[in-house]
């Protein structure tokens, strides 16, 4: 038996089809995971991604201990707004990828994942030995994301009418607190929407809220094709302890700025900066009819030249698509070794689907 977040019986009574995932038992989908895909490309859904870690970072030093941590800079932030991030190890491999808010200079709140609980956990309260700081699991509360273009449509049946300018006022990566409600506009999908923390005692009642409003329970297998589209990593997959940020597509993460910002695994990242990158995590398009799977091999001029991180069938184009790592000089063509056939394949740069419209960018 797994654990269980706050919304299992409501996923029960809608009939869901429940997994193992990370020593969580989790929805995989309500019936057709498809069917929920394009409700989220096209009106709006719900996930229970309660499963996620929170973390409170409290203390006089928590904006020092953050400069340290990760490979962003949390300098940029003002209260009420977020920054996605990579908190690496000295050698600039990927412990895990990471959303901060900062609630005023002395609290942020920390969302990991849910698979690299136990790892991130040790090596925060490790690194956070020389602050003064306090880091708290927030197991009391549960989270919510609502995502697709309808969301906004839905909210007065959602919240107090007197709280719904100031939601509808924040911007992407930007949050705020209406009494025990952490509503953050922020998601996995590509699309707009809303994450919400709230108290784990209060989630059913939420939940039961949102059914109500017509917005469509939706489980992992079409949350990981919806972020796969929209050419999001996905942990564990598309980036790990071995591969820095530089090689995952996410460079756009690391504040090079202020130069004397000593962040864990600068030094390592600054040197394979300046001998060049030899790997990127660019995507992938099929020509033919097949599906991609992670580790299928990917061959250009009869070579082999990286290989498949994460692939699926994209509902919204009707093709086969995937991330993958390769070397930094492969062209715009490939080739991908499906059970034996090599398959002609497009090389691209995410995301493959934007506002539920295909978006096709040369290398």
Same mark, same amino acid.
């Given at each position: 038996?797994?654990?269980?977040?706050?919304?299992?019986?409501?996923?029960?009574?809608?009939?869901?089809?429940?997994?193992?995932?990370?020593?969580?038992?989790?929805?995989?989908?309500?019936?057709?995971?498809?069917?929920?895909?394009?409700?989220?490309?096209?009106?709006?859904?719900?996930?229970?991604?309660?499963?996620?870690?929170?973390?409170?970072?409290?203390?006089?030093?928590?904006?020092?201990?953050?400069?340290?941590?990760?490979?962003?800079?949390?300098?940029?932030?003002?209260?009420?707004?977020?920054?996605?991030?990579?908190?690496?190890?000295?050698?600039?491999?990927?412990?895990?990828?990471?959303?901060?808010?900062?609630?005023?200079?002395?609290?942020?709140?920390?969302?990991?994942?849910?698979?690299?609980?136990?790892?991130?956990?040790?090596?925060?309260?490790?690194?956070?030995?020389?602050?003064?700081?306090?880091?708290?699991?927030?197991?009391?509360?549960?989270?919510?994301?609502?995502?697709?273009?309808?969301?906004?449509?839905?909210?007065?049946?959602?919240?107090?009418? /007197? +709280?719904?300018?100031?939601? *509808? %006022? #924040?911007?992407?990566? &930007?949050?705020?607190?209406? =009494?025990?409600?952490?509503?953050?506009?922020?998601?996995?999908?590509?699309?707009?929407?809303?994450?919400?923390?709230?108290?784990?005692?209060?989630?059913?009642?939420?939940?039961?809220?949102?059914?109500?409003?017509?917005?469509?329970?939706?489980?992992?297998?079409?949350?990981?094709?919806?972020?796969?589209?929209?050419?999001?990593?996905?942990?564990?997959?598309?980036?790990?302890?071995?591969?820095?940020?530089?090689?995952?597509?996410?460079?756009?993460?690391?504040?090079?700025?202020?130069?004397? /910002? +000593?962040?864990?695994?600068? *030094? %390592? #990242?600054?040197?394979? &900066?300046?001998?060049?990158? =030899?790997?990127?995590?660019?995507?992938?398009?099929?020509?033919?009819?097949?599906?991609?799977?992670?580790?299928?091999?990917?061959?250009?001029?009869?070579?082999?030249?990286?290989?498949?991180?994460?692939?699926?069938?994209?509902?919204?184009?009707?093709?086969?698509?995937?991330?993958?790592?390769?070397?930094?000089?492969?062209?715009?063509?490939?080739?991908?070794?499906?059970?034996?056939?090599?398959?002609?394949?497009?090389?691209?740069?995410?995301?493959?689907?934007?506002?539920?419209?295909?978006?096709?960018?040369?290398?």
């Amino acid at each position: 038996m797994g654990k269980k977040t706050p919304l299992y019986d409501c996923h029960l009574q809608s009939n869901a089809k429940i997994v193992d995932f990370a020593g969580w038992d989790m929805p995989l989908h309500y019936g057709s995971q498809v069917q929920e895909h394009h409700v989220v490309r096209k009106n709006v859904g719900v996930f229970d991604v309660s499963h996620m870690t929170i973390l409170d970072c409290m203390g006089s030093q928590a904006s020092h201990f953050l400069r340290r941590l990760v490979a962003n800079n949390v300098d940029r932030l003002v209260p009420g707004k977020a920054l996605y991030s990579c908190m690496l190890q000295e050698q600039g491999g990927i412990l895990d990828d990471l959303i901060i808010y900062k609630i005023d200079p002395t609290f942020y709140r920390l969302i990991v994942n849910s698979a690299t609980r136990d790892k991130d956990l040790a090596w925060i309260k490790k690194q956070a030995e020389p602050f003064h700081i306090t880091i708290t699991e927030r197991t009391d509360l549960a989270m919510l994301a609502i995502q697709g273009p309808a969301t906004v449509e839905k909210l007065p049946y959602l919240f107090e009418q /007197r +709280d719904l300018p100031s939601i *509808l %006022a #924040l911007k992407p990566f &930007h949050f705020l607190l209406i =009494k025990d409600y952490f509503i953050a506009r922020t998601g996995y999908t590509g699309e707009d929407g809303l994450e919400v923390i709230l108290p784990a005692t209060d989630a059913q009642n939420f939940w039961n809220r949102l059914l109500k409003a017509d917005i469509h329970p939706c489980g992992l297998g079409a949350r990981d094709t919806l972020r796969l589209e929209a050419g999001l990593n996905l942990y564990g997959a598309d980036m790990d302890e071995t591969v820095t940020p530089l090689e995952s597509n996410l460079g756009w993460t690391v504040a090079w700025e202020p130069l004397d /910002r +000593d962040f864990i695994g600068r *030094l %390592a #990242l600054e040197q394979q &900066h300046d001998q060049g990158v =030899k790997q990127r995590l660019v995507g992938i398009i099929l020509e033919e009819p097949g599906v991609l799977r992670n580790h299928q091999k990917i061959i250009a001029n009869g070579m082999l030249v990286g290989e498949i991180t994460s692939g699926s069938f994209s509902p919204t184009l009707n093709k086969g698509i995937g991330l993958a790592r390769v070397n930094a000089d492969l062209g715009t063509t490939c080739l991908v070794d499906i059970r034996g056939k090599q398959v002609t394949a497009q090389v691209t740069k995410p995301p493959f689907v934007k506002k539920n419209i295909a978006v096709t960018v040369g290398v």
